[in-house]
């Protein structure tokens, strides 16, 4: 079993549309937990931090469960902007192990 | 306020030659990773050092692939003798210390012809 897994998709939504995408991992000691977005070809790129209590940043929020091991991102009136693939990163307490899951696809549709 | 510099962006080697893939990272970060990523693929782990320490190079082939990051300078990654299967995205990540977010470089496309 991956130490990080996500759903590859791709999720096709339309403009407008609310997509969340979930992340499980495997490692219960797993302390910090990220989501990045990476373009094709280009460098992954800090979405943000996943908190226990959950975040929100604009049209995005973050969940964290640690009793079920996952976290989950929420994308509210997706833009085609949007249109990217998801990395989950898990780190685990007292390692510098950053843990990528390989990512969710997502294509806003005009 | 420069994020993580990688350079070249692109390289082109024939098979046997070397690779030599630099990176500097944030002003003030003591961390770097080097990852992988072929297509359509997910990153891969490479190495992990500290300042003039490779922590953990377990990632990497132990032939021909080496990393350095020197007291003084960016970190490098060095493949000799190339071979076709190098051919791949090599990127760069930096970050205060363990746990805390990482930041990436905009990579270096490696192709062997």
């Known amino acids: 079993r991956k130490e990080v897994e996500q759903d590859p998709g791709p999720f096709n939504v339309p403009e407008g549309a609310t997509v969340a995408f979930n992340c499980t991992y495997s490692n219960s000691a797993s302390q910090s937990f990220f989501w990045y977005r990476q373009d094709c070809r280009k460098e992954p790129k800090l979405l943000m931090s996943?908190?226990?209590s959950g975040n929100e940043d604009g049209r995005f929020t973050a969940q964290l469960n640690r009793a079920s091991q996952y976290i989950s991102l929420l994308i509210r009136d997706s833009k085609l902007s949007d249109s990217a693939t998801y990395l989950c990163?898990?780190?685990?307490?007292?390692?510098?192990?950053?843990?990528f899951g390989t990512g969710t696809r997502l294509k806003v549709l005009a | 306020n420069a994020g993580v510099m990688q350079n070249p962006r692109h390289l082109v080697r024939r098979r046997g030659q070397e690779a030599r893939l630099r990176c500097s990272p944030v002003?003030?970060?003591?961390?770097v990773y080097w990852y992988r990523q072929l297509p359509e693929e997910g990153l891969k782990f490479m190495v992990y050092l500290q300042k003039e320490n490779i922590i953990d190079e377990s990632g990497m082939p132990k032939e021909r692939f080496s990393a350095e990051f020197p007291k003084e300078g960016p970190s490098i990654l060095r493949i000799q003798q190339v071979v076709r299967g190098d051919s791949a995205a090599y990127f760069c990540?930096?970050?205060?210390?363990?746990?805390?977010?990482?930041?990436f470089g905009s990579g270096t496309q490696l192709s062997v012809l």
């Open positions: 002003k003030g970060h003591s961390h």
């Open positions: 990540a930096s970050t205060t210390g363990a746990n805390e977010k990482l930041f």
């Open positions: 996943v908190y226990s």
């Open positions: 990163v898990a780190t685990t307490s007292g390692t510098y192990k950053y843990i």
